[in-house]
């Protein structure tokens, strides 16, 4: 199975700033990553796929970049709605494995 | 508009069966795969099964292989999930999901989810 692993774990920002997120993959995925935003007690969000692609309708100051093994999500001027938690995913092979996590907190 | 509705959860005896339903509307339903991926109190995403659009390829996470079984209804628009020998580890938030395949694949909906409680 392929393992991901987010990193930080938890980050303190305020409104405005710009922040970024890693996620590292056990091995070679390509371009074949996902990411997710999630907020207390609601489902998770579909943000970005093939590492770069922006699904519609979500602003574009969230963007990722990376190939291969290491990917990054960047927030820019960030907004009180962006404080949520954020999950990389594989969707190069199954079993498709999530990173553990990253939770965004207000400085 | 997608939406995925589950139900069925529920507290259950270690040991013990459940079933969950999802039914979806919106999209159709019959062109796309669909996967159930729960979370645990507190902690992260675990993707546990998925199944092809006409149910021919299924697949299951690990912790769940031979316990679970995924099942599409296509006339219904439902997908479930049949739970079996459940352990207090399968407690978590189920959550019904598109698994849209092009040329990449992700999960671009998701239901609300359902909670499933296994305690004695």
């Known amino acids: 199975d392929i393992q991901m692993t987010q990193s930080p774990s938890s980050l303190s920002a305020s409104i405005g700033d710009r922040v970024t997120i890693t996620c590292r993959a056990s091995?070679?995925?390509?371009?074949?990553l996902n990411w997710y935003q999630q907020k207390p007690g609601k489902a998770p969000k579909f943000l970005i796929y093939?590492?770069?692609s922006l699904q519609s309708g979500v602003p574009s100051r969230f963007s990722g970049s990376g190939s291969g093994t290491d990917f990054t999500l960047t927030i820019s001027n960030l907004q009180p709605e962006d404080f949520a938690t954020y999950f990389c995913?594989?969707?190069?092979?199954?079993?498709?494995?999530f990173g553990q996590g990253t939770k965004l907190e207000i400085k | 508009e997608v939406e995925l509705v589950e139900s069925g959860g529920g507290l259950v005896q270690p040991g013990g069966s459940l079933s969950l339903s999802c039914a979806a509307s919106?999209?159709?339903?019959?062109?796309?795969?669909m996967s159930w991926v729960r979370q645990a109190p507190g902690k992260g995403l675990e993707w546990v099964a998925n199944?092809?659009?006409?149910?021919?390829?299924?697949h299951y996470g690990d912790s769940v292989k031979g316990r679970f079984t995924i099942s599409r209804d296509n006339a219904k628009k439902s997908v479930y999930l049949q739970m079996n020998s459940l352990r207090a580890e399968d407690t978590a938030v189920y959550y019904c999901?598109?698994?849209?395949?092009?040329?990449?694949?992700?999960?671009?909906?998701w239901g609300h989810g359902i909670l499933v409680t296994v305690s004695s």
């Open positions: 995913q594989q969707s190069y092979s199954v079993p498709k494995t």
């Open positions: 999901a598109k698994d849209t395949y092009s040329g990449t694949s992700f999960f671009d909906y």
């Open positions: 919106g999209f159709s339903f019959s062109t796309y795969w």
């Open positions: 091995q070679s995925i390509g371009m074949y």
């Open positions: 093939s590492a770069s």
């Open positions: 199944i092809k659009e006409d149910g021919s390829e299924i």
